[in-house]
């Protein structure tokens, strides 16, 4: 009898933790990484990708309510918050309602929450996170909502939104709580349970004009700080892929990538020793319409055109590895990732 009632003590014991158990989440988005941004890298880079060793594929729709053609405002509130929502919007629908975030879902049930990118940290793919606003360039004022909000761990440039604006605010000196630092020593040794590194004061340069620290460091040691000691959500992006696009510039395309696909190899790492952790990698959108029409194979050389200036309306492709990764295979709106997250997190383990 003793046995019988200690068999279901462990038993629901089990259970308990099983339900308790919520994955960690890594969502990574490449701006304006379409299929033809992987393909051209990967060719470029020996033919390989890490993105090879992910368990599913999906594709995503990305227009937006108002567009075929989506910007990365209302592509990331789709993707953050799970509506469709106007070009420009941040983290708002179509009536000015402010939407919660997965951040902001993920951080009420006390994960903690990050928040990586190259481009400024107000740039709208981060801002959709932790923002409210019915413009992506109201740059100022989305500072002011990232120093009022509860992310534990930011890397971004843009520190002039914080302390050079139009209201002589200083914002970093209101952000008590924040421990900030200035080089990727410093953020590695730091202890803070909250921590802001301003990669730089402006908008980041490319990586093939020498940015640093690598997206690779900085999101394993960001990995590192955020699961010490609970489940984590943190977006990673890599702004820049978009940049190249809009210039054209195969080069710079290829340097940004490769620098995200380093980044993914270190997130999947993470999740291969951890064991609960989901990663998710896909893009808001296409950028610059690139086609990729020969090369040599051997010998890593690719010959691509861009036919636009702009984004494109083309489906991008979504990525998964972990606990609930089979959610993410198939055709649907880019809101569906926001769904499919929250249902990862809500089934646990
Ligand atoms: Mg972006
Ligand atoms: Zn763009």
Not at 81 to 89: D, E, F, I, P, Y
Not at 152 to 176: I, P
Not at 290 to 309: E, P, Y
């Amino acid at each position: 009898m003793q046995n019988f009632f200690s068999f279901f003590l462990i038993l629901s014991f089990q259970l308990l933790l099983s339900q308790q158990n919520p994955p960690n989440i890594i969502l990574m988005i490449g701006d304006g990484m379409g299929l033809s941004q992987i393909s051209t890298g990967m060719y470029a880079n020996g033919n390989k990708t890490i993105l090879e060793e992910f368990e599913y594929v999906g594709l995503s729709k990305t227009h937006s309510l108002d567009y075929l053609v989506t910007d990365s405002a209302a592509s990331a509130t789709a993707m953050a918050s799970g509506v469709k929502t106007l070009n420009r919007a941040v983290g708002i629908d179509e009536n000015n309602n402010k939407q919660k975030s997965i951040l902001e879902i993920c951080k009420e049930k006390d994960f903690n929450v990050g928040l990586v990118v190259t481009s400024e940290i107000v740039h709208a793919t981060p801002a959709c996170f932790y923002a409210n606003v019915s413009s992506r360039y109201d740059y100022e004022e989305i500072a002011l909502q990232l120093s009022e909000h509860s992310v534990d761990l930011f890397v971004g440039g843009g520190e002039d939104y914080f302390n050079k604006r139009k209201d002589k605010r200083n914002l970093l000196e209101e952000m008590s709580g924040y421990t900030f630092v200035n080089s990727l020593e410093e953020f590695n040794k730091t202890t803070s349970k909250k921590i802001g590194f301003f990669t730089y004061p402006g908008e980041p340069p490319p990586k093939n004009l020498g940015r640093g620290p690598s997206l690779e460091s900085l999101t394993e040691i960001s990995l590192n700080k955020l699961s010490e000691d609970k489940s984590f959500f943190i977006m990673v992006e890599g702004s820049q892929i978009d940049w190249g696009g809009h210039d054209n510039s195969l080069n710079y395309v290829l340097s940004e990538f490769k620098e995200f696909d380093l980044a993914i190899g270190k997130a999947l790492e993470f999740a291969k020793a951890d064991g609960n952790t989901l990663v998710i990698v896909t893009a808001d959108h296409e950028t610059g319409g690139l086609s990729l029409n020969g090369g040599n194979v051997n010998k890593s050389r690719v010959r691509a055109d861009f036919n636009s200036g702009s984004h494109t309306g083309t489906m991008v492709p979504v990525f998964s590895y972990g606990p609930h990764s089979n959610l993410f295979k198939g055709i649907y709106d880019n809101t569906a990732i926001f769904d499919k997250m929250l249902t990862a997190i809500n089934e646990g383990k």
